[in-house]
């Protein structure tokens, strides 16, 4: 559907990536990453070097008005001067005679009904949202693109726009490159994300493989996996490893199966989601702690910062779970996961 | 409430007017309602209403062709950066010359006749509105423009839907201050060069040392300025009900 082929200019450095037909695909990265950039060059907002393909066809030669593209800006930019009625038709009233039935319909899916005379001025926050979403999809696009719509909006109305549109998505199968730089809310979109760092692609995948199996550092750091420790593998017998956290003491037992070439030095991430807090000692990896540091609430679950001889560690329980007298950090040598730096 | 206590310096100011004038006693500073009687007077005479109505006309057609020709050009400008390349230096040599400037200029090349009030009402307002008109299209934030192409609309669709109405802001600021400025180049220009007019009519009051009628000329072109301003103040909210 989109084919990106060695795209470069003074933010990007040679993207190549493939989008396919009815896909929710997620560009996730830092600012300044070139999330916005790559959004721009397939619209033809900035020049760039390399090749865009939709539907196997080279856009450089397309005008912008004729590539069917629907754009919600960060920003919105929804026309100030008109009503939102006006603001929806408006790429419609220029291609087409009868657009009455598509707006209408639209301002149902959305429920904008009581909303249609207002000026923009007049809304809120998450009404502006609806209203850009719906002027882009009026154009019947074959491609959306989002580019941070939701970062100015309250935590609800944030969730409740990202479900609307998730199933708006998918309901019409338009194939969609959201931009964020949240990668809880990459987590809950996207079908692929692709995560970059100053102008390039750092992994690219299915977004199990790209929260459970980070490819770099950075990219483990930046889904949230805090616990990220450099190392090296001392021992391996009976396809378990003893990992040595660098300038500490402590040995993790990582399960690995395949051949793993274990005097290298490598990085090693432990979801704080799999890890537990126990009374007694349980699981291969079990270790007293020291002092918690801090405990965060949030909502149902709790962030918890523990000291263990000379490291820290992140832990998220269900509230449920936690308790003072619960001493043991345990998790399973099966959680461990191994990045190799060398 | 905010409006009356507005009309109390004014009443201050004119209840002062009228106990100094009395005290002085004097042609050179009539009291205020000697100047309302004489106002009254020139009226009923006609001769007020006839001058009144020269300068009217003259600023009229010379605003409008100036204004209009001022958004044209102005508008063009701010939206095509070759042709603001190439019409940008002519007209940042010539803005800054002040309209009556070209009045020596003008009366050899026009001679006196209506064209030349009219002529220099027509340059007092074209400078600064196309100056303006083109700043106002440039400053349009250029995602509005993307947005409007990304959603299928052409370059004068864009201009004409988007940028335009977004730049009417400043349009109307620079429309504002050349609607009162039209007036007082106006009158300055009668005073100097045209027989008639309200400028006119107050350099004839001047050589027969008539203050009062002077004063009532000034009134004329006080409350004019005033109500051109309001009403473009007026045109701006009716055409932009957006800006809240």
Redesign the interface.
């Given at each position: 559907m989109i084919d990106i082929k060695s795209l470069s200019n003074f933010i990007l450095k040679d993207i190549d990536l493939s989008i396919k037909k009815g896909e929710l695909f997620v560009l996730l990265g830092p600012n300044g990453a070139g999330k916005t950039t790559i959004l721009n060059a397939i619209?033809g907002?900035c020049d760039y070097k390399g090749n865009i393909y939709i539907d196997g066809k080279s856009i450089e030669n397309i005008p912008?008005?004729?590539?069917g593209?629907?754009?919600v800006?960060q920003?919105l930019?929804l026309?100030?001067?008109?009503k939102v009625y006006e603001n929806i038709a408006?790429?419609l009233k220029?291609?087409k005679k009868t657009y009455k039935t598509r707006v209408d319909k639209l301002i149902r899916l959305l429920n904008l009904e009581r909303l249609v005379d207002r000026?923009?001025?007049?809304l809120s926050g998450g009404e502006k949202q609806k209203v850009a979403l719906a002027?882009?999809l009026a154009?019947d696009p074959k491609i959306i693109l989002m580019d941070e719509p939701l970062n100015k909006l309250d935590y609800n109305t944030a969730n409740y726009i990202r479900d609307e549109f998730k199933k708006i998505q998918r309901t019409t199968g338009i194939t969609t490159i959201y931009v964020t730089h949240d990668y809880l809310e990459a987590r809950i979109l996207a079908d692929r994300i692709a995560v970059l760092k100053d102008g390039k692609i750092e992994q690219i995948g299915e977004k199990e493989d790209i929260f459970y199996y980070p490819k770099t550092g950075f990219v483990a750091k930046f889904v949230g996996i805090n616990n990220i420790f450099e190392g090296n593998i001392i021992e391996y017998n009976n396809k378990i490893a003893k990992f040595l956290i660098k300038n500490s003491k402590i040995v993790i037992n990582i399960k690995i199966d395949s051949d793993f070439s274990y005097r290298e030095s490598s990085l090693l991430c432990i979801h704080p989601e799999k890890i537990s807090l126990n009374r007694e000692p349980k699981e291969d990896n079990h270790f007293l702690l020291s002092k918690i540091i801090y405990i965060k609430d949030r909502g149902p679950l709790l962030d918890i910062k523990v000291h263990i001889k000379e490291l820290d560690f992140d832990i998220i329980l269900a509230k449920a779970a936690f308790s003072l007298e619960n001493r043991y950090v345990c998790f399973s040598s099966n959680v461990p996961y191994l990045i190799q730096t060398t | 409430m905010r409006k009356i206590l507005g009309l109390i310096p004014i009443i201050i100011f004119i209840l002062i007017w009228q106990l100094v004038a009395r005290a002085a006693n004097s042609e050179l500073f009539p009291s205020f309602t000697e100047v309302i009687k004489e106002a009254i007077y020139l009226t009923k005479d006609g001769i007020l209403f006839k001058n009144f109505l020269a300068s009217l006309f003259r600023v009229l057609i010379g605003f409008s062709l100036g204004a209009t020709m001022g958004i044209l050009v102005g508008t063009i400008m701010g939206f095509n950066r070759y042709i603001n390349s190439t019409l940008s230096p002519i007209i940042s040599i010539i803005y800054p010359i002040p309209a009556l400037g070209w009045l020596p200029i003008l009366m050899l090349w026009i001679g006196i006749n209506e064209m030349l009030p009219i002529t220099i009402v027509f340059i007092c307002s074209f400078f600064p509105i196309c100056y303006n008109t083109s700043y106002g299209i440039e400053s349009v934030d250029k995602n509005y423009i993307y947005v409007a192409q990304s959603l299928g609309a052409s370059k004068m669709m864009t201009l004409w839907k988007v940028v335009f109405p977004l730049a009417l802001g400043n349009i109307f600021v620079g429309l504002r201050l050349e609607a009162g400025m039209a007036w007082r180049v106006i009158i300055a220009a009668e005073m100097i060069a045209i027989p008639t007019g309200i400028g006119a009519l107050m350099m004839r009051a001047e050589s027969l040392v008539r203050m009062d009628v002077i004063i009532v000329c000034l009134l004329v072109l006080s409350v004019m300025t005033f109500l051109f301003e309001r009403f473009f103040l007026y045109l701006e909210k009716k055409t932009r009900p957006w800006n809240p």
């Open positions: 619209t907002f912008i008005k004729e590539r593209i629907g754009y800006f920003d930019y026309f100030p001067h008109m408006f790429g220029i291609n000026y923009p001025y007049n002027r882009a154009i | -």
